[in-house]
Each structure stands twice: as C-alpha cells, then as structure tokens.
T-cell receptor, first 114, second 111 residues
Framework: AAGVIQSPRHLIKEKRETATLKCYPIPRHDTVYWYQQGPGQDPQFLISFYEKMQSDKGSIPDRFSAQQFSDYHSELNMSSLELGDSALYFC?????????????FGPGTRLTVT | DQQVKQNSPSLSVQEGRISILNCDYTNSMFDYFLWYKKYPAEGPTFLISISSIKDKNEDGRFTVFLNKSAKHLSLHIVPSQPGDSAVYFCAAEVQGGKLIFGQGTELSVKP
C-alpha cells in the first residue's frame, strides 16, 4: 500500500538560509499534518491542512509557512533558519471525511542547521 | 505543560512475557487516543486506538485499556517479541485532528 512520502530525507543548511520540505500524502487522504521532533523530544504539532485550506495551527514560528496544493501535496517553507530548527520534520495524512482519526506518518526529513 | 505523559522512559521485558506501557493525560476533554510505534530513522507507525466510549480495544497481540476516571491508558503487548523493541508513543487527538504526544517509552524485548 502507498505510504506518505517526504522529500528530501536529509537536508543540511546553514544559519539564515531557507529550506523547503515536501510531503505527498496517501492517495485520497484529504488532511495533512506537519510535526517537528527535536532531539529526545516528542513530536510537536506545527500546522495542518484540510482540503487545501489551513485547518489548525500549532507552535509554528512566523518564519515558517506551509501550503497544500491542488494535488494535495504539501510544502513546509522555512526561512532565516536557526540552529534550533535542527530536528526531524514529519508529515502525516488522514482521511477526515471518513471520520478516521488515525494519522499515517511519513519517514520524516532530518534537517540539520549548521 | 505536558498534557500527555509517559512517565517511564524505558522498559525492558523478556521475550514471551507481557509488556505494559502506561500513559496519563490531564485534559478530561480528550476523547480519542492512539498508540504509535517508532523505529529509529522512521516515522511513527500507527498501532491501535481507542475512543472514550470504550474501555478496551484489542488487535491481535495489542490491547489498549482506558480508565477515564483516572485519566490513564495502557498498552499491553502479549506475548512480547524482539521485533517489538522500539519507542512507543501515546497520543491524544484534539479538536481539529492534531495529535498531542507523550514523551515516549523505549521498549526493549530481550530474547
């Protein structure tokens, strides 16, 4: 079965650079979530989209923005990168219209800011 | 403020025995809970969930118990297998669908 795809899997950037992370949800899933997991921490919710509209927002810095496109893939854009942005970034998708709360996660993008 | 808590950072169990992973939550409005398993360098994998209208849900070797009055849930794995060794996260679904995770418990199943 198709899973959530994230690219790139690894990304190394310098401080003050920008980064774009991509997420391709499971086909026919209508909701995408982004989470950030710092070293030794639990995943923290950043932002979500339902049917291409932002549905919820968590502790996402103003330097970050995200969108969901017409093909349902999503991109997380990160600017003015800081050392503290180094983390694993997970994308998850679900089928909200089916009343399912289960989110299926991608493998993550490991971002390292030097 | 940690709304979902897994107070045991690690657990070691012998193969074939029962593994019990615990999770506590503070918000009585939470009404849907999920358990995820995570291997290093992979994303969390959904294991099992439970709605607050139930007190037990079973799927093969995995059973989740929910005690609403105590705001406590637990995941039982019987029998435990070495391949179950991973980090287990408890999560609560909040309005809008986002998940609030616990800190995780690293389970080690020894042959």
């Amino acid at each position: 079965a198709a899973g959530v795809i994230q690219s790139p899997r690894h990304l190394i950037k310098e401080k003050r650079e920008t980064a774009t992370l991509k997420c391709y949800p499971i086909p026919r899933h209508d909701t995408v979530y982004w989470y950030q997991q710092g070293p030794g921490q639990d995943p923290q919710f950043l932002i979500s989209f339902y049917e291409k509209m932002q549905s919820d927002k968590g502790s996402i810095p103003d330097r970050f923005s995200a969108q969901q496109f017409s093909d349902y893939h999503s991109e997380l854009n990160m600017s003015s990168l800081e050392l503290g942005d180094s983390a694993l970034y997970f994308c998850a998708s679900s089928l909200a219209t089916a009343g399912s709360y289960e989110q299926y996660f991608g493998p993550g993008t490991r971002l390292t800011v030097t | 403020d940690q709304q979902v808590k897994q107070n045991s950072p690690s657990l070691s169990v012998q193969e074939g025995r029962i593994s019990i992973l615990n999770c506590d939550y503070t918000n009585s409005m939470f009404d849907y809970f999920l358990w995820y398993k995570k291997y290093p360098a992979e994303g969390p994998t959904f294991l099992i969930s439970i709605s607050s209208i139930k007190d037990k849900n079973e799927d093969g070797r995995f059973t989740v118990f929910l005690n609403k009055s105590a705001k406590h849930l637990s995941l039982h794995i019987v029998p435990s297998q070495p391949g179950d060794s991973a980090v287990y996260f408890c999560a609560a679904e909040v309005q809008g669908g986002k998940l609030i995770f616990g800190q995780g418990t690293e389970l080690s199943v020894k042959p």
